[in-house]
C-alpha cells in the first residue's frame, strides 16, 4: 500500500498505534474475512473432486483433491473460451458506456435547478421500483423490432442510458458533495458543462466511480436474464449462460459446474482488488482545498 | 454410480438453451393456404426435456433424420429441467417464438389444445403414408386427443409407473423377486423386510422403498382400492377432486403410512439429506417407484443388479397411471410441412426404435414395443414386459385445462401429510378446497 | 449568466439546452425502456392474458382471486419477513465491514476482497453451497453443531427455520452494499474519520453524531436498493434449495408471480402480484423516507 502524504500534516495512517490495537485489528478483521471466504474455499474444494463420483458426506476423507483437469474439460465440453470472451466484450463496453451516461444524468441533476431536480429524482426513484420481470416482455417485442435480437445491441442498450437509475442517483450524491464555488469560478472562467463535467467534476469523484464501474462490471458480468432471452446463436453467448448448461448436469459432475463457478467469479474479484487500491489512494475531497 | 461419459462432450456442445427459427411479431400468423416448400437450409426447430443420457436419445433421432433426408436440419433445443422447459414453453408462446416441434406431456398441452396454439395433427396423421393411427397403441392416441378438435399430437411413449427394485438388496436379505402377482400386503411385508438398521445406532441405514408423495404417485393405489382422483358422474369428470371419498381417503392413508408409520421411507429430514433416487442408485434404498424416465440413468448402474416389477395389486385391480408425451406441431410455426415430416420420421418405426434404443421410452407403436428395441433381453430391466402388460390396466389423469395447478396445490398438500406436517384427512380436504377454483 | 462566445460549436447552446443534452439518453432511457415497459406491463395486471391470445379486460378479478389464494398470503409474509429481517441485518452489516475496512492499513485490501467475494459468487453456484452447508445430515454446519454438542436443526424441512437460512445466507453477499458505503467513506473530510478512529469514547460520538449523518445519502440508497432487490430479486436460492417448500415457507412474492405467469400461463395474475410488489416497495419506502426526515441530517435533499 502506497502511502499517501498529508497536505495537513497529520500522519497518513490513522490507525491506533498501539501494537495491541492493531493485533485485535487483524484477528477481528481476518476473521470475519476468513468466514466470508468459506463459501469460496468451498467452491474451489469441490471444484477439484473427481467428477462422477457421489460428493463426499461430511467430513470424511478430507484428503486434498487435485482434479485440477475439472478446469480444462469444462473447456473441452462447452465453448467457455468464447463465452468468456464474450462477456468480457460485453462488460467492456457496457462499463465505460455507463459510466459516461450515468455521470453526464447525475453531473445535469446537479445543475438543474431545484424544482426540476426534485422532480427527477422523485421519477428516478419510482424508476427503481419497476420489477424487471414486468419489463422483459416489452423489451422483448421493442428489442425485436428494432431488430437487436441476437445481437448486443439488445444488451448494451440499457449501458446507453446510465443502466440503471440507482447509479444515476449515486453519481449525483457524488457530485453534490463537491462545493458548488468549485462550479461557478468554472463556469465565470468560460467553461461549458460538457468542460466542467470532464475536468472539474468527474475527476473528483473519482471514488464513486470506482464504486460504480465495478457495480457495473458485476452486474453485466453476472447478468443471465437478458442473454437468455435477446441471444439465438450460441457463438454470442456469455459466461452465465455457460454456467447454465454447466448447471444441467446431474449431481454427481457439480465439480464441474463449481469450476466454472470459480472461472466466472475471479475476474470480477481481481477487478475489485484492483480498483480498490485506487480507492485510498489519495484523499480525494482534500485534494479540492487546493 | 455414474461414470463420466465423453458423450458428455458431444452433447453439450451441441445443444442450445434457447431457439426458434425466427423473432415473429406477437400476433398469430394465419396459417398459409399453400406450404411454401421447406427450402434446403431452412431449419425446424425441435425442443425437448430430459438428462444429458435422454438428450443421446435425441440427438441420435436428429442425426438419423438429417441423414434420410440431407439438406434438412433440425435444430435441437435442449432444455434439461422439466420446470425451466414448461417456463421457456410458456415465454415463448407469449412471444409467438416457439418452437417448430415440441414435446409436451399430456396432463399440460390441455392449456394449448384449447385455446388453439396446436395444429390439430389429426388430419396430417390421415394423409400419412408412413404411420397410422391404427399402429398406435389406442391409449396414447386417446390421451391426446382434444374433443371436436381431434387428436392435437403425436404420442411418442406410452409409460407407467413400476417398481424398481435392487436385486443385491433381495437376495441379501433373503427374500424372493416380487412376483407380477403380488399384493399391497406383500409389497409393505417386502419393505420392512429391508428397511434395516444395520450398525444398530438407531438410525435407518437402508430403506426398503423410496417414492415421490406426489398426486401422480398416489393416483393408481387411488384407484385400486375403488376410489377417483376427480369425482365422474354419469361418464364426466365433475368440477373436484375426489380425494376425500372414503375410499380414495383410505388408499391415501395406506400410502402415507408407508412414511408415517411403518417407515420404510426416508423421512423428512432423511430425504433433505439425500433424495430417494439417488439413495436407490447408491444402493441405500431397495425399490423406487418410478415411471420408464429412469431407464437411461440406472442402466448406468454397475454396483449392483436391479429390474422391475409391476405395482402391487390390491384384490383383483391393477390399475397403473398414463404417462405420455407428444410431439405437438404449434399454430404458429412457419415451417408446418417440414416439421410434420420431423414428426412423421420420429414416430414412424425408424424413429422410434432410435429412441427406445436409449431405454427411455415404452413405443406408442405396437410394432416397436414387441421389438426387440425395447424388449431386448440383454438391455436392463430384463423384465420390460412388464410396461407392455400393465397397458390394459392403465388410466389418464384429467386433462382440464388447469390439470398443472390442481395437480401441485395435491401435491403440497399430500406432501405435508406424508411427512407427518399434517393430518392427513386435513391435508386432503385443504387439497379438495384449494383446487375446486382450477376447475372450469 | 452569459458565457463569453467561443469557437467550439457546443457553447452555442444555452446553459440550460446543453444539461438538457447531457440528460437526454438517460430521459430516453428512463421513458423507453422503463416507465412505458413498466406501465405497460402493469396494465396486464387487471387483464386475464394466457400468452396465446389477446388480453381480455377483467378489472380486479385477479386481486381477488389472489387474495383468496393460501400462497399469495403466505409469499407476502416471506416477503416481508425478508424485507423486515434481511435488509436491515445487511445494511448494518456493510455499514460496520466499511467503517472498520475503509481506513488504509495493510491488509485491508484483502479483507475488503473477501468480504466482496460472496457477492461475485454466480448465484446458482452460491445457492448450491448452501444447500450442502444446510444439508441436515451431511452439511459442515450441523456437523459443526453436534460436535459442539448443540442440537442440530433441520435447516430446510423445518418451515420456521427455511426463512432464516435463507436470510443467514443472503448476509454474505454484501458487497455492493459495502462498495457503496466505502465510496460514501470517501466523500467525508478526513479530519473526520481520523477523530473518530482516536481511543476514547469521543470515538463513538463522532461516528453517531457525523459520521452517519453524512452517509445518510448513501445509506439510504443502498437500503433502498436492497428492499427494492430482496422484493424482487430472491427466488434464485430458494427455487434451488427449496423450491419454495416446506409448503409454503420460502416461497416468494416474485416467485409466486413468474410461477402463475409461466407456469399457469396467467400473465395477468402474474402482473398483479408484479403491481403489489411495487406498491408495497413503495409503501416501504415511503415509511423509510419519513424515518429519515425524522432524523434530521446535513446533507439535504
Known amino acids: 500500500m ?8 497529520l500522519v ?11 493485533l485485535a485489528f487483524h484477528v477481528f478483521a481476518g476473521s470475519v474475512a476468513l468466514v466470508f471466504l468459506l463459501p469460496f474455499v468451498w467452491m474451489i474444494y469441490v471444484s477439484l473432486q473427481t467428477p462422477g463420483v457421489t460428493l463426499p458426506r461430511g467430513f470424511e476423507g478430507f484428503s486434498l483433491p487435485n482434479a485440477w483437469h475439472n478446469y480444462a474439460r469444462i473447456f473441452e465440453m462447452l465453448p467457455l473460451g468464447r463465452y468468456l470472451f464474450n462477456s468480457f466484450l460485453v462488460t467492456g463496453l457496457a462499463v465505460p458506456l455507463t459510466l459516461i451516461t450515468a455521470s453526464w444524468a447525475g453531473f445535469a441533476l446537479t445543475q438543474l435547478s431545484a424544482r426540476w431536480r426534485r422532480r427527477l429524482i422523485l421519477v428516478s426513484v419510482g424508476a427503481l421500483l419497476a420489477p424487471l420481470t414486468a419489463l422483459w416482455l416489452t423489451h422483448l417485442v421493442l428489442f425485436t ?104 448436469l446431474d449431481q454427481t459432475q457439480w465439480p464441474l459446474l463449481m469450476a466454472g463457478a470459480v472461472v466466472m467469479t475471479l475476474p470480477p474479484v481481481l477487478l475489485f482488488l484492483i480498483v480498490q487500491h485506487y480507492f485510498l489512494q489519495a484523499r480525494w475531497f482534500s485534494a479540492i482545498e487546493h | 454410480m455414474k461414470s463420466s461419459r465423453p458423450l458428455l462432450i458431444k452433447l453439450i456442445v451441441i445443444q442450445i438453451l434457447l431457439g426458434g427459427c425466427q423473432a415473429a411479431p406477437t400476433t398469430q400468423q394465419p396459417p398459409p393456404e399453400t406450404v411454401a416448400p421447406a427450402t434446403p437450409t431452412s431449419n425446424v426447430s425441435f425442443m425437448i426435456f430430459g438428462d444429458p443420457a435422454e438428450l443421446q436419445a435425441y440427438q441420435n433421432l436428429v442425426k438419423a433424420y438429417d441423414a434420410k433426408f440431407p439438406g434438412e436440419k433440425i435444430e435441437l433445443i435442449h432444455i434439461p429441467d422439466q420446470a425451466d422447459y414448461r417456463q421457456r414453453l410458456a415465454a415463448d408462446f407469449a412471444a409467438g417464438t ?23 395433427l389429426g388430419p396430417y396423421l390421415e394423409k400419412s403414408p408412413l404411420i397410422h393411427a391404427a399402429d398406435f397403441y389406442p391409449e396414447a392416441i386417446l390421451a391426446f386427443q382434444w374433443g371436436r378438435r381431434g387428436l392435437m399430437c403425436i404420442p411418442q411413449n406410452i409409460s407407467s409407473l413400476v417398481v424398481y427394485y435392487n436385486k443385491d438388496l433381495f437376495q441379501a436379505a433373503g427374500l424372493a423377486y416380487p412376483s407380477a402377482d403380488w399384493t399391497w400386503d406383500d409389497f409393505l411385508a417386502t419393505a420392512q423386510a429391508l428397511t434395516l438398521d444395520q450398525d444398530g445406532d438407531g438410525h435407518t441405514d437402508q430403506h426398503g422403498l423410496g417414492v415421490e408423495p406426489t398426486l401422480q404417485r398416489v393416483a393408481p393405489f387411488i384407484w385400486q382400492n375403488g376410489g377417483d382422483v376427480v369425482r365422474i358422474e354419469r361418464s364426466v369428470w365433475t368440477r373436484e377432486l375426489a380425494l376425500d371419498d372414503p375410499l380414495a381417503l383410505e388408499a391415501i392413508r395406506w400410502f402415507v403410512a408407508l412414511q408415517l408409520t411403518h417407515h420404510v421411507v426416508p423421512n423428512a429430514v432423511d430425504e433433505e439429506a439425500e433424495n430417494s433416487e439417488s439413495r436407490f442408485l447408491n444402493g441405500r434404498v431397495a425399490m423406487y417407484l418410478n415411471s420408464r424416465r429412469g431407464v437411461p440413468t440406472y442402466r448406468t448402474i454397475t454396483a449392483f443388479d436391479w429390474d422391475v416389477a409391476p405395482l402391487p395389486r390390491k384384490r383383483w385391480r391393477r390399475s397403473g397411471v398414463l404417462h405420455a408425451d407428444g410431439y405437438c406441431l404449434p399454430a404458429v410455426s412457419a415451417h408446418k410441412a417440414a416439421a410434420w415430416q420431423f414428426i412423421e420420421f420420429a414416430n414412424s418405426v425408424e424413429g422410434q426404435t432410435l429412441v427406445a434404443r436409449s431405454g427411455r421410452t415404452v413405443p406408442s407403436l405396437k410394432v416397436v414395443a414387441e ?38 396445490i395435491a401435491n403440497d398438500e399430500i406432501e405435508r401429510a406424508f411427512y407427518g406436517q399434517a393430518d392427513v384427512v386435513e391435508a386432503i380436504h385443504a387439497a379438495v378446497v384449494r383446487t375446486e377454483e382450477y376447475f372450469p | 449568466m452569459a458565457a463569453p462566445q467561443r469557437a467550439r460549436p457546443w457553447l452555442l447552446l444555452t446553459h440550460r439546452q446543453a444539461l438538457g443534452l447531457m440528460l437526454l439518453p438517460y430521459l430516453l432511457g428512463l421513458v423507453g ?146 462498495v457503496i458505503v466505502l465510496a460514501g467513506l470517501q466523500t467525508i473530510p478526513r479530519e473526520v474519520l481520523e477523530s473518530a478512529a482516536l481511543d476514547g469514547s469521543n470515538r463513538w460520538q463522532v461516528v453517531w453524531h457525523v459520521i452517519l449523518p453524512l452517509l445518510t445519502p448513501w445509506l439510504a440508497l443502498l437500503t433502498v436498493r436492497d428492499l427494492i432487490m430482496s422484493l424482487q430479486n430472491t427466488f434464485t436460492p430458494a427455487l434451488i434449495m427449496t423450491g419454495g417448500g416446506p409448503y409454503y415457507a420460502t416461497l416468494f412474492l416474485n416467485h409466486l408471480a413468474y410461477e402463475e405467469a409461466f407456469d399457469g400461463f396467467r400473465f395477468g395474475q402474474g402482473a398483479a402480484i408484479l403491481l403489489l410488489i411495487v406498491v408495497i416497495s413503495a409503501a416501504l419506502l415511503g415509511g423509510l423516507w419519513v424515518l429519515i426526515q425524522r432524523w434530521g441530517d446535513q446533507s439535504d435533499d
Not at chain 3, 429481517?85 to 485491508?108: F, S, T
Open chain 1, 145 to 248: 423490432w428494432l431488430g437487436l435480437i441476437n445481437t448486443y445491441g439488445a444488451l448494451l442498450a440499457p449501458a446507453l442510458m446510465g443502466s440503471n437509475p440507482l447509479f444515476v442517483l449515486l453519481f449525483y450524491w457524488a457530485f453534490r458533495r463537491i462545493p458548488v464555488e468549485i462550479f461557478e469560478s468554472a463556469r465565470l472562467d468560460g467553461a461549458g458543462v460538457w468542460l466542467t463535467w470532464r475536468l472539474i467534476a468527474l475527476p473528483l469523484v473519482r471514488p464513486a466511480l470506482l464504486a460504480i464501474g465495478v457495480l457495473t462490471f458485476l452486474s453485466y458480468w453476472s447478468d443471465f436474464i437478458h442473454p437468455l432471452l435477446y441471444l439465438k446463436s450460441q457463438a454470442l453467448y456469455t459466461l452465465p449462460l455457460g454456467l447454465r448448461q454447466l448447471q444441467q
Open chain 2, 98 to 120: 416457439p418452437a417448430d416441434v415440441v414435446l409436451i406431456n399430456y396432463r399440460r398441452f390441455s392449456v394449448l389444445a384449447e385455446k388453439g396454439a396446436l395444429e390439430p
Open chain 3, 33 to 178: 425502456l422503463i416507465i412505458i415497459p413498466a406501465l405497460l406491463a402493469l396494465g396486464l395486471a387487471f387483464t386475464q392474458y394466457d400468452g396465446l391470445s389477446l388480453p381480455r379486460w377483467t378489472g380486479w378479478r385477479n386481486f381477488t382471486l389472489l387474495f383468496a389464494d393460501l400462497r399469495f398470503w403466505a409469499a407476502l409474509k416471506n416477503s416481508l419477513f425478508f424485507a423486515g429481517v434481511a435488509v436491515p441485518l445487511r445494511g448494518l452489516g456493510a455499514l460496520a465491514l466499511a467503517l472498520l475496512l475503509n481506513p488504509p492499513r495493510q491488509g485491508a485490501g484483502f479483507y475488503r476482497a473477501a468480504i466482496y467475494l460472496p457477492t461475485v459468487i454466480p448465484d446458482v453456484a452460491y445457492a448450491l453451497i448452501w444447500l450442502w452447508v444446510f444439508n441436515p445430515v451431511y452439511g459442515p454446519l450441523n456437523l459443526l453443531l453436534i460436535n459442539l454438542g448443540l442440537p442440530a436443526p433441520v435447516w430446510l424441512v423445518d418451515p420456521d427455520l427455511a426463512k432464516p437460512a435463507l436470510s443467514l445466507m443472503s448476509l454474505f453477499q454484501i458487497g455492493e452494499g459495502f
Open chain 2, 371 to 408: 421389438s426387440p428395441a425395447f424388449l431386448d433381453p440383454a438391455a436392463k430391466p430384463l423384465n420390460s414386459r412388464v410396461f407392455l402388460d400393465t397397458l390394459p390396466h392403465l388410466r389418464m389423469l384429467p386433462r382440464v385445462t388447469n390439470w398443472p395447478d390442481i395437480e401441485e
Open chain 1, 12 to 22: 497518513h495512517q490513522y490507525a491506533p498505534r498501539r501494537p495491541k490495537g492493531r
Open chain 1, 2 to 9: 502506497t502511502k499517501n502524504q498529508a497536505p495537513s500534516g
